[in-house]
């Protein structure tokens, strides 16, 4: 027999505790292995004991219900939080929802759905901990919170064509900062119509900025916590990093507004060290709300007449809005792409340095992708690795001198 799942009961009453108890003490495969009557007790047994299911209860003294299911979702991920409640009030179950809770039962329990109800959670919270054991890489452990003294750098890729290699660059360089650093990454796709970083992740999308887009507009910017924003981020299962994907249907990026994305801005550097955007290629008041909260907007192109055309004429739009086009530091993609366009060309066309080269590197690139690990990952030898590494090493060095002489 497998081992039994292990519960945890967090529940104001003692009463309804020793119920629970009673009830789950019939079945064989079901273990307590601690009790509280308060949030915070209950995340003391977590640190110390292994578990599969919490109860809990959403009228906790010392604690809101989903800022408390949040508190022990994101510290432990391995374990399903099933909400006790006398609600029914579906924006509250909502809220308890986004905030992680894999399921709900209304009080008074029924016996069968509790018991039902735990082994279903705890078997899909079992296969998943085993598949991720699999998949875990090296020296990436689970996400450590901790305090941020600074605000997090907000890091832009921008291109004005499809195709060449944005998305790319946005995925390997937020992975490659959570590998290389340790410290908290986010990614946000706001590429709203043609968002791939969730399938290119391999990551489902439980949530997306349209159910951020949706809280805001229900209750209002002031009333979303930066950690209830944090709750409707997937995390990429190898790194750690947390992404805010793009809505799953094209026709829904035009409800995303500069105003979500604003409030976004305020929030995410509050959270993490780092925030990379894989930001859209239109002109407009997105882009430009997007390219202003950068400290470091990096504009992809490659040696290519039509994407430097219009490479050139967002650069130029950008000037029209006001927007100082010397921030912006170009990355050379397929700079080794035989085509008869040198970097100089490339220079002179843009009116702008090169920082940075990235050569082609053959179909691995696209293979890695397609298998939803960015070549980082999969191809750490390949030259496009090597290319963001290097990126990535003076992307860091040049914050950590930044802090030095803050
Ligand atoms: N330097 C490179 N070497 C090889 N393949 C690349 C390189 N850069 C991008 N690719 C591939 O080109 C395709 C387009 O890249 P993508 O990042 O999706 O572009 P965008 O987001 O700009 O539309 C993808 O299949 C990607 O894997
Ligand atoms: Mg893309």
New binding site residues.
Partial sequence: MNDPYRILIVERLPEIRALLTTTLSFHHDMQIVGQAGTASEGLEILQTTEIDVVLLADDLPDMEGPKAIWQYTTRERDLAVVVLTTAFDTWHLRRCMMAGARSYLTKPIDNTTLVETIREVAERVRSERSERRKKMVPGTGPLVMRPITQKGKVIVVF?A???????????NLAVGLRMSTKSSTALLDA?LS?G?CGL?LDIKPTHTISDFADAYNDIGADALEAEFVKGLMPRHEQTGVRVMLGPTRPEHSELITSEHLQQLFVLLPRLFDWIVI?CP?SYDDRTLTILEAADLALL?V?PEIGALKNARHFLAVLNALGYDERQVKVVL??HNSRVGISPKDVEQWLSLPITYR?????????A???RGIP?LIAEPRN??SQ?ILGILRTIIEERENEELSA
């Fill in positions: 291109g064509k499809g195709g060449v290699g944005k998305t790319m660059l946005a995925i590429d043609f791939d290119l894989n290629q992809i490659v993609n397929r990235i050569p082609s590197g053959g179909p691995t690139v696209t890695s992708a397609n070549v030259r496009v290319a």
